[in-house]
């Protein structure tokens, strides 16, 4: 089997919304991202605070043949060089080369407005005012961006786990056996709503490195697939056996070893035993080292530009044709038990490391695709990945959260008014970040403009005045239009457990985190809070101007207090603590 050919593509239009903030990247040195902001300091961690704005990627073809292509950050590194030896002006897109000629200076952000860098009929003030780059033709605000579904690390814990020993056999570096966790692509594809359309998958690390897969077994060496069964076979991919040689074995002979045992799943093991998964050998999405008892390192960029690190996700696919770990091709030492064979299955170049991002293909028609070269890490930082694409795009009510996900039943009526749950603007169903129970809300008035679930500790929320307890659910961030100018409204909580009577409901602003007086807690799965447009107490904003846009988090408390301690309440501590 040939060598794997990992696809290397830059993607060019975003999916990461304006709103969401990014840990911005600066280059140590650089004097010029400090204009930009001088002249739009709102705009401080968002997309558009990065190099991407005025530099763009490249490519160029390597001593193999291929064509790597390379985002900004990278290709700045690769081509004007980490000693400043190269052409900065190699680097940079239109709207750079723009800003440098209108004189490089805060001024000229503001004189370069009017027009349209990148020539996609957007002036740059238009473009910046949509948070899309103004030096990307392939960015603009005439998009609309493909449906999308976001799964955190813990929500895939508890989604079909399947644990499997294997071999990693590469081609040019060391083979090893390895005892993955993690999810099954089809499992996961499944709940995402993947479309009767699709056709493939394509897995992307942030560093622009990606594979495809097809969804059924095609008999391309390459290509491997997520979905359908070895040909005339009830299995996914071949059993396999353990390969052990004492030649082989790096401890052994670190002068020219060529395979790493030292993963504990492989103690007790001889050569030629088979390997016996339960359930198969099938195509994950690995986030843990069983054996080892370890989640997988994430992934990060490394002095030469290579990702160094698996996690925290690992698209692992197994051998279509099980072999022998064999010798790296760079080795001089090929008189071996395993020497290099070039046909042989090299299935580890098809396991992307840190993967972040998973397009369903074909991308359904008038939507755009994601610029993970520069939004990946963000990912990473996260332990979230992404799945775009040819998946099931609806949103009935409008709120944000996909049917695939809100949907319960049809029966599913919260407010009694003959309208499901799914389907209504007033009522927002959806997986809480920490696991894959839902919450329910319900706006008494009003209906919810956009609804959605962050960790507690998402980088967009302040620390100031956190308390120290636990936040089992995360946080949920929502917006309720369509409310009279200083109006109140009452938002029903429905949580997977029963929520103790001395839990504590707090309002998340940039100023920091206070307590949300609330009532109708009696200790069942329920509470009403009460939120008035223009109330700084209640309204996220403080503004009221029709609309409550509020960050609210559930905190238990480590311990009761003595006088509310309640077998039930014990009950829901042991519960989420477990």
């Known amino acids: 089997m040939r060598t794997r050919k990992l696809v290397i593509l830059l993607i060019t239009l975003v999916l990461i919304p304006g709103g969401v903030l990014f840990a911005a990247y600066h280059h140590m040195g650089e004097r010029d991202s400090g204009k930009f902001l001088d002249a739009y300091p709102e705009l401080a961690g968002t997309k558009l605070d990065h190099c991407a704005l005025c530099h763009s990627g490249g490519s160029y073809v390597n001593n193999q043949g291929r064509t790597v292509t390379m985002g900004s950050c990278q290709w700045c590194h690769y081509s004007y060089g980490y000693d400043g030896s190269g052409d900065i002006a190699d ?187 339960d359930g198969g050998l099938k195509a994950i999405l690995a986030y843990k080292r069983e054996a080892e008892g370890v989640y997988l390192d994430p992934g990060f960029l490394d002095a030469e530009n290579r990702i160094d690190g698996e996690g925290p996700f690992r698209m692992v696919v197994p051998q279509k044709s099980a072999n022998p770990p064999d010798q790296s091709s760079r080795s001089t030492e090929q008189d071996v038990i395993w020497p290099y064979v070039y046909e042989w299955d090299h299935n580890a170049g098809a396991c992307t490391k840190s993967t972040t991002i998973i397009k369903v293909e074909p991308l359904p028609e008038g939507t755009t695709d994601i610029d993970i070269l520069e939004a990946g890490w963000t990912f990473v ?118 929520v103790p009577t001395y839990a504590e409901l707090y309002l998340i602003t940039t100023a920091g985190w206070k307590s949300l007086s609330f009532g109708g807690n009696n200790g069942d799965d329920t509470i009403r809070v009460k939120l008035t447009d223009g109330d700084a107490a209640t309204d996220g904003d403080g503004n009221a101007d029709g609309a409550v846009r509020s960050v609210v988090a559930l905190g ?12 039930s309440s014990s009950c829901f501590i042991k519960t989420l603590l477990k």
């Open 91 to 277: 680097t940079m897109n239109q709207y750079g080369i723009d800003f440098k000629a209108y004189g490089r200076n805060v001024a000229a952000v503001m004189a370069i407005e009017d027009l349209d860098s990148d020539g996609d009929g957007y002036t740059n003030a238009e473009e910046i005012a949509a948070f899309t780059y103004p030096g990307n033709a392939n960015d603009n605000p005439g998009l609309t961006v493909a449906p999308y579904r976001v799964y955190t690390l813990a929500q895939l814990e508890e989604m079909g786990r399947h644990t499997q020993f294997m071999l990693m056999n590469a081609s040019r570096s060391i083979d090893s056996y390895v005892e993955y966790t993690g999810t099954p692509v089809r499992d996961l594809l499944d709940d995402a709503g993947i479309l009767a359309n699709a056709t493939g998958i394509v897995a992307y690390a942030p560093d622009g490195w990606a594979q495809t897969h097809p969804l059924e077994y095609e008999a391309t060496d390459e290509m491997y697939h997520v979905y359908g069964n070895m040909p005339g076979q009830s299995y996914q991919y071949p059993p396999a056996a353990y390969y052990y040689s004492e030649e082989a074995d790096v401890a052994l002979n670190p002068a020219y070893g060529w395979c790493d045992y030292s993963d504990p799943s492989c103690v007790g093991r001889s050569n030629g035993d088979p390997i016996n998964v």
């Open 381 to 498: 930082d996260q332990n979230k990945i992404i799945v775009y694409g040819a998946i099931d795009g609806t949103d009935s009510n409008g709120n944000g959260i996909l049917d695939s996900e809100e949907f319960e039943s049809e029966t599913s009526d919260y407010s009694g008014d003959g309208i499901p749950d799914y389907m209504a603007p007033d009522t927002a169903r959806f997986r809480h970040v920490k696991g894959l129970s839902k919450i329910l809300i319900h706006c008494r008035k009003g209906e919810f403009a956009s609804v959605s679930a962050l960790a507690d500790d998402d980088p967009s929320l302040t620390d100031t005045d956190k308390p120290d307890m636990d936040f089992p659910y995360g946080a949920i961030k929502f917006s309720i239009a369509a409310v009279s100018n200083g109006a109140s409204t009452d938002v029903d909580m429905v949580f997977p457990e029963d």
């Open 556 to 567: 238990i408390p480590a311990e009761a207090p003595d006088e509310k301690k309640s077998s």
